[in-house]
């Protein structure tokens, strides 16, 4: 599957962005999605996953949501109430098994090619 990110942009602490991340292929609803981000300086990190259920990093939890329409083939994070620490380079990945260690990015084998947030305090 092939992933294309969108939706980054320049935010107020506070403020709230949605970002998008469209697949292609006729298999979307079989592969389980993740979003990861990266700030300069770190290591990628786990931000959501979704298969049956959604999973969150504790920094994110109660400020994120990660959703899917399997009819657009997307997945989508909303993140609300941003702070400057969320400011990364965010990536959507796919895998088509699921995983316990879905927060480690190796378990991933598709990523779309980022999205950059920027959160000013």
């Known amino acids: 599957v092939q992933l294309q990110a969108s939706g980054g942009g320049l935010v107020q602490a506070g403020g709230s962005l949605r970002l998008s991340c469209a697949a292609s292929?006729?298999?979307?609803?079989?592969?389980?999605m993740a979003w990861f981000r990266q700030a300069p300086g770190k290591e990628r990190a786990f931000v959501a996953a979704?298969?049956?259920?959604?999973y969150y990093a504790d920094p994110v939890k109660g400020r994120f949501t990660i959703s899917r329409d399997n009819a657009k083939n997307t997945v989508y994070l909303q993140m609300n109430s941003l702070k400057p620490e969320d400011m990364a380079v965010y990536y959507c990945?796919?895998?088509?098994?699921?995983?316990?260690?879905?927060?480690?990015?190796?378990?991933?084998?598709?990523w779309g090619q980022g999205t950059l947030v920027t959160v000013s305090s």
């Open positions: 990945a796919a895998n088509k098994y699921w995983s316990s260690g879905y927060y480690y990015s190796s378990q991933y084998d598709s």
């Open positions: 292929g006729r298999t979307f609803s079989t592969y389980y």
């Open positions: 979704i298969s049956g259920t959604t």
